[in-house]
């Protein structure tokens, strides 16, 4: 998909690339495979381009940390953490959310950790 955008007249510097948690996924709730791109993010990384996760809120948080049952979406705080968290050390440069003071908060301190 790059090459048909620059092939198209995109300015390579204009592209950001977003996997798309949480769309079209080939299995179930697709939760494996969510959890496969959280996993495998650095491989992108080999395009040189800024890569973006919207995982926040996520129906597969909350079929992941709702055990039996699937939580609601106002209660998928700490998933949605979570997954900016494996995403960030997984070569995410940019994170999409929807709880923009606890995300901030959060990736604060755990920049001061982690990086």
């Not at 908060?105 to 990086?115: G, K, N, P, Q, S």
């Amino acid at each position: 998909r790059k090459e048909f955008a620059i092939s198209s007249g995109i300015d390579e510097h204009k592209i950001i690339l977003d996997p798309g948690i949480g769309f079209g996924k080939r299995t179930g709730e697709g939760i494996e495979d969510n959890c496969e791109i959280l996993k495998r993010l650095k491989e992108l990384k080999t395009l040189n381009q800024p890569i973006l996760i919207g995982a926040s809120r996520k129906r597969f948080i909350g079929n992941v940390c709702g055990g039996d049952k699937q939580l609601p979406v106002d209660d998928r705080l700490e998933g949605s953490l979570a997954a900016i968290a494996v995403a960030v050390m997984n070569g995410a440069d940019i994170v999409r959310v929807h709880d923009v003071k606890e995300s901030k908060r959060f990736l604060r301190l755990f920049d001061m950790v982690v990086r």
